[in-house]
């Protein structure tokens, strides 16, 4: 008889034991010879040198699927410990599976564009409209490379800039006052990492969530480093950015160059570097449009609005200017006579 200890990394203790430990109870049922005792990411099992051995590989399979498709079912864990294929199998356009086992999938063609920027480029843009996915596929792309061992961290970071409202002095220490500006990329990163693993990622500082200013001096290694509302950040603070990008890290800025909340005598960060860095090797670019909107069918129709009401507003300027020549020529010979 022999104790085998097995360490399971990386794993959701909920995902991979079930609710109220069902999946073990089904575990010790299935290896009836084996006494088995398990607690947080340790499992223990006495038996037989071939039996146990045979269940550590079983073990490992079960986290590997388990960590893949953030989800274990019973029927899984049968067809693996009987040797058999999962009914699950990965398909090719998935990014990750979320949380519950949910693919996440590129929808559109410039969703998938994005996945494919990220591959072939160390720096990606990201630009469009409101509802077009472009920051929670960014921040799938972050979770997939983290996932794979790719990197060592995920870095999100947005701009803390008011959208036209004034919040005035927010209670509570930094966290507290920081928090709403980035609640949308908790959000996401909600969906797709089981709360508890999500908790431990945090604590740890495996995913780092921080506003633009707290970037200034740091050089991220290691690293896939998202900066969400970048049609709001300055000239400097982009270029700040930009160049804290270090060693095997990959960086996606996204943004929205319609949705400025900046002050009227403050220039666009954003809308600059896409200037200066055109034709840049190494550095990808998508452009997201209305047919890539994938929140409720309204968002786009109201999109589709807005550029219209814009679109008018600039022919009426366009007119208004046209005219003045003439006008200021009338004026000066009236005052004449």
Known sequence: MIERIII????????????????????????????????????????????????EQKIKELAAHAIEYNRLTEETILDIVKGEAPAE??????????????????????????????????????????????????????????????????????????????????????????????QPLYDALEDMIPSIKLKEYMETKVIQIAPLAFMRGRTLNDAV????????????????????????????????????DLPRSTSSGLIQALKILRGVPGIGRVEFGKKDIVRHQLVQRIVEAYERYDNEQKETMARGHADTPDNAADTIDSATN
């Open 89 to 182: 199998l990965k398909r090719d356009d998935v990014i990750i599976y979320g949380v519950n086992g949910k693919p996440i999938i590129g929808r559109t063609p410039n969703q998938q564009k994005l996945v494919d920027e990220f591959i072939h480029n160390d720096l990606t843009f990201a630009m469009g409209p409101a509802g077009t996915g472009k920051t929670y596929i960014a921040i799938a792309l972050a979770v997939r490379a983290l996932k794979n061992r790719e990197v060592r961290k995920i870095i999100l970071s947005r701009p803390a800039v008011e959208a036209g409202e004034k919040l005035g002095f927010l209670p509570g220490d930094m966290k507290d006052k920081i928090d709403p500006y980035l």
């Open 225 to 260: 480093i998202v900066l969400d509302e970048a049609q709001n950040t300055t000239v400097h603070q982009i270029k700040m950015f930009m160049t804290r990008l270090g060693m095997n890290a990959k960086m996606i800025i996204t943004g929205d160059v319609t949705q400025i």
């Open 8 to 55: 399971i990394d990386n794993v959701d203790p909920v995902t991979f034991y079930g609710v109220n430990n069902s999946n073990m109870h089904l575990i010790r049922n299935l290896f009836p010879k084996l006494r088995i005792a398990a607690r947080g990411s340790v499992i223990k099992a006495i038996g037989e040198d071939s039996e146990t051995a045979e269940f």
